[in-house]
């Protein structure tokens, strides 16, 4: 099946930039709908930033202003920019590819965030 492998997490203070890579083991164009999203331990998994299949951007209010998703068709690749990173931002993020309403979805396996104050 086509696979999704997060990478460019790591530990960064306060105030920090970090930029999440999606690689896509096929075409980007596979999903309907991408998107990125996170867990922290004790939470549900959230929104964080997503591309719908009308193409229009949706992000978490928490993020809004700082996180930016983008896509390099080329290197179907999906992108999170994420700036002025606050300890809150401390979580797994995963990236999701959407087939469609009522179809399966598929999962990276996530990367690690992790903001010091």
């Known amino acids: 099946q086509v696979q999704l492998v997060e990478s460019g997490g790591g ?8 930029r999440l890579s999606c690689a896509v083991s096929g075409s980007i164009s596979s999903f309907n709908a991408m998107g990125w999203y996170r867990q922290a331990p004790g939470n549900e998994r959230e929104l964080v930033a997503a591309f719908t ?19 390099d068709n080329a290197k179907n690749t999906v992108y999170l920019q994420m700036n002025s990173l ?5 979580a797994v993020y995963y990236c999701k590819g959407d087939y469609g309403p009522g179809r399966s979805a598929t999962w990276g396996q996530g990367t690690q965030v992790t903001v010091s104050s």
């Open 86 to 90: 606050k300890p809150e931002d401390t």
């Open 11 to 18: 530990l960064v203070q306060a105030g920090g930039s970090l």
């Open 53 to 71: 299949s009308r193409g229009n951007t949706n992000y978490a209010d928490s993020v809004k202003g700082r996180f930016t998703i983008s896509r």
